[in-house]
């Protein structure tokens, strides 16, 4: 694309992260970190999407000799730059072209994305710039168009902020300078997924998607709850079926990032069946999906626990629940501490972990804490902060998982490799991890139990069924054990990958 830089070093492999590798641990991250090493001979760098640069953002990795060059934009820094340097003709043109696309958009139709594309990237200024999408008159005659004053009885103001808020970040995802490399590999759709589809029409080179957990959904469920965004009346906004007139902004928002993610992606991958049925309901062609299963290191974690869990147990000991994940509210950790309450009345020599970083959502941890006040947990509830599995997982007796949303959890692989039962919440492919996928896969049995969501009562009646029977938790000790080290090795994960890789780098 004319005036846009062009890099001297041409890498194998960019990776495009939104909110995780290298500076958000997690286990997207982990799952990230882990393809670097273990592919040594590919020529990795990145580009990072972060919120600001007012904050600070050390890395929780120690980034691999193969990857290098990381780039990281901080989307909520803003510049609104020089005004417009357009003619009044080309201005008014490319306002019309702009029309037209989101008019296309509003039908679900994102095929001029490629030639809207270079109203953007233009750095001889030919294009539009910041400024005047958002102060241009231009621009602003038609924000009030699709406003529709006539029939629109919702806030004006309300309407330009939330028009503000929403395009700003896309705007600086356009005017990102990404580095050159034979495939472009996107970690999520979003605003990573928006910034593939860029360097796709720069460089024309093939463009991979990636979706652990389904963006779209995860971004819906965090728009019903917030309360940042405007809301009619001011009433807290639950997950529920009728959301306010901004909400749905967002919302239309990240569906369209999505779905022309899915559009420029040349193959899309995912972890388990119920998410490419997720990818196709929102519009993903389902000859470009392919599903791959998360694996693990079978020999790290294989070895932490004896294969007879009732060897190892010493009369009067404390058993042990512990809930690795980050301490926000899509992990649900209050539905955790609900039901360590119930489990402690009903079973009183019970300790309970939760064991992950707490920093990421300080207000929701403060909650958390609270909560533990509240029922009176102190003794028993530990919050760990970040820490290494590898030293918690040789004492669990058991581990819990209570998100609201996932994709395919690693630390149920973990655990269940460790010989750890787990009792998850029936989200993404928990049930098929815990309960079997194939028809030899559920013949091993369950290897822990399934509850609803967000259900403190089933989570602790599953938790305390295993912990009250020695025999139950040891077949399913064993089940856990066999169906990672059958279905999940790490090494068929990374294979697949390498020759994904040095398919598409030869095109």
């Given at each position: 694309m004319a005036g846009t830089r062009q890099s001297e070093i041409e890498y194998d492999v960019c990776l495009l992260l939104e909110g995780t590798y290298p500076f958000v641990s997690g286990g997207v991250s982990t799952w990230v970190h882990n393809l670097i090493r273990a592919l040594p001979e590919i020529r990795f760098t990145g580009v990072c999407i972060l919120p600001t640069s007012k904050e600070e953002w050390g890395k929780k990795y120690e980034i691999p000799d193969n990857f290098s060059g990381l780039e990281v934009v901080y989307i909520h820094d803003y510049e609104l730059g020089e005004k417009e340097r357009l003619s009044g003709k080309r201005r008014r043109q490319q306002i019309q072209f702009l029309r037209g696309f989101h008019t296309r958009m509003f039908e679900k139709d994102y095929s001029l994305f490629e030639k809207v594309l270079p109203f953007f990237k233009d750095r001889k200024k030919k294009g539009l710039t910041v400024h005047d999408m958002i102060y241009g008159k231009d621009a602003w005659d038609l924000l009030v168009e699709f406003y529709n004053p006539e029939e629109n009885r919702e806030s004006f103001i309300d309407y330009f902020w939330t028009y503000r808020f929403t395009h700003l970040p896309i705007f600086k995802i356009l005017d990102t300078e990404i580095p050159k490399a034979k495939v472009y590999h996107t970690i999520s759709t979003g605003y990573a997924g928006i910034l593939g589809a860029t360097a796709k029409e720069i460089y024309e080179r093939p463009l991979l998607l990636t979706e652990h957990g389904i963006y779209t959904k995860e971004r819906k469920i965090e728009i019903a709850q917030a309360e940042w965004i405007y809301v009619a009346g001011g009433e807290q906004v639950r997950v529920q079926k009728e959301l306010g007139a901004f909400q749905n902004l967002w919302i239309r928002l990240f569906e369209s990032l999505g779905r022309i993610t899915y559009q420029e992606a040349d193959r899309i991958y995912t972890l388990y069946e119920g998410n490419r049925q997720l990818e196709i309901a929102e519009g993903a062609d389902p000859e470009k999906i392919s599903v791959i299963p998360n694996g693990i290191n079978i020999e790290r974690f294989s070895i932490l626990k004896p294969v007879d869990l009732k060897a190892c147990k010493e009369e009067g000991e404390p058993l042990k629940v512990g809930f690795v994940g980050r301490v926000v509210p899509i992990?649900?950790?209050?539905?955790?501490?609900?039901?360590?309450?119930?489990v402690s009345?009903?079973?009183?020599?019970?300790?309970?972990?939760?064991?992950?970083?707490?920093?990421?959502?300080?207000?929701?941890?403060?909650?958390c804490l609270e909560l533990v006040q509240i029922l009176r947990l102190e003794e028993q509830v530990e919050f760990t902060g970040k820490i290494n599995v590898m030293e918690y997982y040789p004492i669990l007796d058991l581990l819990v998982l209570t998100s609201v949303s996932e994709a395919q959890p690693l630390v149920i692989l973990e655990g269940n490799c460790a010989g750890i039962p787990v009792v998850a919440s029936d989200v993404g492919?928990?049930?098929?991890?815990?309960d079997g996928r194939t028809k030899e896969d559920k013949a091993l049995g369950p290897s822990g139990i399934v509850t609803g969501v967000a259900d403190p009562l089933g989570t602790a009646q599953g938790i305390i069924d295993i912990l009250s029977d020695d025999e139950l938790r040891q077949r399913m000790s064993l089940a856990?054990?066999?169906r990672v080290e059958t279905f999940y090795r790490e090494s068929d994960l990374n294979r697949e990958y390498l020759g994904i890789y040095k398919e598409f780098m030869n095109n």
């Open positions: 992990k649900d950790v209050k539905t955790f501490i609900r039901a360590c309450k119930i009345l009903r079973l009183p020599n019970v300790e309970f972990y939760i064991m992950g970083p707490t920093d990421e959502d300080q207000d929701y941890h403060e909650e492919a928990c049930r098929e991890l815990l856990g054990r066999k």
